[in-house]
């Protein structure tokens, strides 16, 4: 019987992948199969490189009377490629003191399929007046709106952009320009 002791965790952003196996039998020899890659000789401390995506590595082994396991796998996605996000459109101008602000986002692979990204965390978002900087409003949010409600003089611009951060870590650039 073939167990394995250690391996990447379900969503990961390194393109290594280390894992360590121990058989229930001395003098294993083992075969590892990553993905659908055919069946090759592996060690009990195997390290395998990989691309963003779904991987599956199964590990088997036989005993010294050839006798062979029946393979244990690990499966882990791998995600590389930051999320995307913009604030929704608001209408050019307002009278009104405090005003709803919108945004949305979408967390997606290099190809776009949402089925091996790792799903959003949350949300930051800054806002500028006229030529000043940007300052930071919203922070690490889950929401997809607020309510703006910092002084703004008569015929001031108000400038507001957004970048979402995925569960795995990778976070996206905030857009240059004015939004």
């Given amino acids: 019987q073939i167990t394995i002791l250690s391996g990447p965790p379900a969503i990961s952003s390194s393109t290594t992948a280390n894992f360590q196996f121990i058989s229930s039998e001395n003098d294993t020899a083992y075969q590892c199969q990553l993905d659908v890659n055919p069946w090759q000789a592996c060690s009990a401390s195997t390290t395998a490189a990989v691309t963003e995506g779904q991987h599956i590595l199964e ?13 244990t ?51 930051a978002v800054q806002y500028k007046i006229d030529a000043g900087g940007w300052q930071d409003w919203v922070s690490a949010t889950t929401s997809t709106s607020a309510i703006f409600n910092i002084s703004v003089s008569v015929g001031q611009t108000v400038y507001f952009r957004s970048r979402a951060r995925d569960i795995i870590g990778n976070l996206e650039n905030w857009p240059a320009g004015e939004n």
């Fill in 59 to 71: 590990v088997k082994g036989a005993d010294q009377a050839g006798n062979m396991s029946t393979s």
């Fill in 73 to 123: 796998a690990h499966a882990w996605l791998v995600d590389l490629t930051a999320p995307a996000s913009a604030v929704n459109s608001l209408p050019a101008t307002t009278t009104a003191v405090s005003f709803a602000v919108s945004w949305s986002g979408t967390d997606v692979d290099a190809a776009g399929a949402t089925t091996t990204a790792s799903g959003l965390a949350d949300f």
